[in-house]
């Protein structure tokens, strides 16, 4: 897709730190990265979010995950943990479909922090969702 900067970096218009590349995906550094190491999984069809995802895709990213980056990270920069996140529509900087995988090392300070104070009472929350 034009004026995607994913789709760029897949096409090789822009350049990109890749650690693997098959048919389907494409694994890059992030230019922002949350810790050392961190990597986002994308797919190399333009896709939005995780509505438009199809399975077996996802399920083959989920499959290098397990088998070939997590194992990279912990190998090659020795992280201890590794948290995933993918976020769609609200809070989606790029608007191509991706997964981030942020190593995890003692101290980091990398842990995801919630405002506790800013959400309704889960009894409010739980009734809404039945
Ligand atoms: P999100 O907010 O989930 O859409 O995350 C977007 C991610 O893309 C962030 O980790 C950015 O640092 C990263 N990013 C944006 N532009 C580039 C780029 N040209 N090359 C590599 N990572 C990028
Ligand atoms: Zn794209």
Do not use: W
């Amino acid at each position: 897709m034009e004026d995607c900067i994913f789709c760029k970096i897949i096409k090789g218009e822009i350049p990109s730190k890749t650690v693997y590349e098959d048919d389907k995906i494409i694994v890059f550094m992030s230019i922002g990265p949350a810790t050392d190491g961190h990597l986002l999984v994308v797919p190399k069809k333009h896709i939005v979010t995780i509505m438009d995802m199809d399975m077996d895709t996802l399920s083959h990213m989920v499959t290098i995950i397990k088998e070939k980056m997590y194992p990279l990270l912990k190998e090659k920069l020795g992280c201890e943990g590794l948290t995933i996140g993918q976020n769609n529509d609200l809070g989606q900087e790029v608007k191509h479909f991706h997964i981030h995988l942020i190593p995890r090392y003692q101290g980091d300070n990398a842990d995801v922090k919630y405002d506790h104070t800013k959400v309704s009472p889960i009894e409010e929350v739980f009734a809404k969702l039945q």
